[in-house]
């Protein structure tokens, strides 16, 4: 079912391992190209444009494009209580872990009467993109809306594509229990609005005349962030508004890579591989191991769980794809070599000893240690962030976390004394790089 790359009796260094490592095939470029049209439509005709864009791309007209407050709090008040359990204790422990990153504003003494100020501030308005589709992510709600809140960032708004499934009430809007998260964390501006068109609109803005419930058209005003998972058409637009918009990542398909020796399980292993491989054809699950009997009873287990699972056909199509495989390697040093080259979205340790291997990891979004920390406990309640760098990202990029919501700004406060006691030396430079009035510019405080 997967197919298998054997390193072993080799050590390819960290450039021909990226070469021979299974990845999917993730054309944004020329994704942009496709979106570049939806997204000037949606910067000149605004909500008419997101209207149809819905009806031709989503298969469905929402009534409104701005979710009716009332229908939050009725998505609420309809949802499962062990859901609304679940969600509950994901929003406690994902505000106790994103808490601690907040960073804290510091003024440095530099010298006498001269210091520096490092300033955190919250961006002023963000734009939160909740995917659709083939699944039903209140979890990326939840991922999205608390890092956000935490850091302080004063406005909100989510948009998740409309969903032609819905009937009765909802009909046309995005999936009920996404809205329900929603009135949950009380976020009240939603939108029901999906893909590239929901990040154009985002970064500019739209006036929406036709509904006027509140008794002025709806306006959604432009934001300067905008974060969250999506499939290839929201990362395009993402790169492609890049710069009139902050963006957290380029998200591709989702990614595990389990390193694996002989004391792991393999029906977890397997299981573990299986839970990616169901949300995208495209997903990719890899397995690194130096035990041959391993990888066999895992190819065992992954063909008795495929047949048996749900989305058995998604799942197969995923394994066997070429983002996908089993990794053979001589030793654990060898695979942490793989590891490291492939960066991986959620990393597995399923070894002996994981604990303190753990600190090997230089390349990863998130790491999962030992066998009872599997990837879908941080999807939903581990505490951690799950919208994380993809494709070799990590080697670069983080996960969403409160950072992403802060700017740092610093401040610089200097005296008369604590200024002409560095002058000569800022003229000095100054000359060196033949900017001779940034020298002047300073002299012309103390020049009689």
Same mark, same amino acid.
């Given at each position: 079912?997967?197919?298998?790359?054997?390193?072993?009796?080799?050590?390819?260094?960290?450039?021909?391992?990226?070469?021979?490592?299974?990845?999917?095939?993730?054309?944004?470029?020329?994704?942009?190209?496709?979106?570049?049209?939806?997204?000037?439509?949606?910067?000149?005709?605004?909500?008419?444009?997101?209207?149809?864009?819905g009806?031709?791309?989503?298969?469905?007209r929402?009534?409104?494009?701005?979710?009716?407050?009332?229908?939050?709090?009725?998505?609420l008040?309809?949802?499962?209580?062990?859901?609304?359990a679940?969600?509950?204790?994901?929003?406690?422990?994902?505000?106790?872990?994103?808490?601690?990153?907040?960073p804290?504003?510091?003024?440095?003494?530099?010298?006498?009467?001269?210091?520096?100020?490092?300033r955190?501030?919250?961006?002023?308005?963000?734009?939160?993109?909740?995917?659709?589709?083939?699944?039903?992510?209140?979890?990326?709600?939840?991922?999205?809306?608390?890092?956000?809140?935490?850091?302080?960032?004063?406005?909100?708004?989510?948009?998740?594509?409309?969903?032609?499934?819905?009937?009765?009430?909802?009909?046309?809007?995005?999936?009920?229990?996404v809205?329900?998260?929603?009135?949950?964390?009380?976020?009240?501006?939603?939108y029901?609005?999906?893909?590239?068109?929901?990040?154009?609109?985002?970064?500019?803005?739209?006036v929406?005349?036709?509904?006027?419930?509140?008794?002025?058209?709806?306006?959604?005003a432009?934001?300067?962030?905008?974060?969250?998972?999506?499939?290839?058409?929201?990362?395009?637009?993402?790169?492609?508004?890049?710069?009139?918009?902050?963006?957290?990542?380029?998200a591709?398909?989702?990614?595990?890579?389990?390193?694996?020796?002989?004391?792991?399980?393999?029906?977890?292993?397997?299981?573990?591989l299986?839970? %990616? /491989?169901?949300?995208?054809p &495209?997903?990719?699950? *890899? +397995? $690194?191991?130096?035990?041959? #009997?391993?990888? @066999?009873? !895992?190819?065992?287990?992954?063909?008795?769980?495929?047949?048996?699972?749900?989305?058995?056909?998604?799942?197969? %199509? /995923?394994?066997?794809?070429? &983002?996908?495989?089993? *990794? +053979? $390697?001589?030793?654990?040093? #060898?695979?942490f @070599?793989? !590891?490291?080259?492939?960066?991986?979205?959620?990393?597995?340790?399923?070894?002996?000893?994981?604990?303190p291997?753990?600190?090997?990891?230089?390349?990863?979004?998130?790491?999962?240690?030992g066998?009872?920390?599997?990837?879908s406990?941080?999807?939903?309640?581990?505490?951690?962030?799950?919208?994380l760098?993809?494709?070799?990202?990590?080697?670069?990029?983080?996960?969403?976390?409160?950072?992403?919501?802060?700017?740092?700004?610093?401040?610089?406060?200097?005296?008369?004394?604590?200024?002409?006691?560095?002058?000569?030396?800022?003229?000095?430079?100054?000359?060196?790089?033949?900017?001779?009035?940034?020298?002047?510019?300073v002299?012309?405080?103390?020049?009689?």
């Amino acid at each position: 079912m997967m197919s298998t790359i054997d390193l072993r009796g080799r050590r390819p260094g960290p450039r021909e391992l990226r070469q021979l490592l299974p990845r999917a095939e993730f054309d944004v470029a020329a994704a942009v190209e496709t979106v570049r049209p939806i997204c000037a439509d949606v910067q000149h005709r605004g909500a008419t444009a997101l209207y149809e864009l819905g009806e031709r791309l989503d298969g469905v007209r929402p009534p409104t494009l701005r979710v009716p407050t009332a229908l939050l709090q009725a998505a609420l008040d309809q949802l499962d209580p062990q859901v609304r359990a679940a969600l509950d204790e994901a929003v406690t422990r994902t505000r106790l872990v994103h808490e601690r990153q907040l960073p804290r504003s510091e003024s440095v003494p530099v010298t006498e009467g001269g210091h520096v100020t490092n300033r955190w501030v919250p961006v002023d308005r963000v734009g939160l993109y909740v995917p659709g589709g083939r699944a039903v992510y209140p979890s990326s709600v939840v991922m999205n809306v608390v890092p956000a809140q935490v850091a302080g960032v004063g406005s909100l708004a989510v948009a998740s594509p409309p969903q032609r499934e819905n009937t009765g009430e909802f009909a046309g809007y995005p999936h009920p229990t996404v809205l329900a998260a929603c009135a949950l964390l009380g976020v009240d501006e939603v939108y029901a609005v999906g893909g590239a068109q929901a990040v154009a609109a985002f970064a500019y803005g739209f006036v929406d005349e036709s509904d006027t419930a509140g008794g002025e058209p709806v306006e959604c005003a432009p934001v300067s962030l905008v974060t969250g998972p999506g499939n290839i058409y929201v990362a395009a637009a993402k790169r492609h508004l890049k710069g009139l918009i902050g963006i957290d990542a380029e998200a591709g398909p989702t990614e595990i890579m389990v390193l694996a020796d002989d004391t792991a399980d393999p029906v977890h292993v397997a299981a573990d591989l299986i839970s %990616q /491989a169901e949300h995208d054809p &495209q997903a990719a699950s *890899v +397995l $690194v191991t130096h035990s041959t #009997a391993l990888a @066999d009873a !895992v190819a065992t287990e992954l063909e008795r769980r495929v047949a048996a699972t749900k989305h058995s056909e998604r799942v197969a %199509q /995923a394994l066997a794809g070429r &983002q996908s495989g089993v *990794v +053979l $390697v001589d030793d654990l040093d #060898a695979g942490f @070599d793989v !590891v490291n080259a492939y960066g991986a979205e959620h990393l597995e340790l399923q070894i002996q000893d994981a604990a303190p291997l753990a600190d090997r990891v230089r390349n990863a979004g998130a790491v999962f240690v030992g066998a009872f920390a599997p990837v879908s406990l941080g999807d939903y309640l581990a505490g951690s962030n799950h919208v994380l760098p993809t494709g070799g990202c990590a080697c670069h990029s983080s996960g969403l976390s409160v950072h992403s919501f802060l700017r740092s700004m610093q401040v610089i406060d200097y005296g008369p004394a604590a200024l002409r006691e560095v002058a000569d030396q800022v003229v000095a430079l100054a000359q060196a790089e033949d900017l001779p009035a940034h020298g002047e510019a300073v002299r012309a405080r103390f020049d009689a």
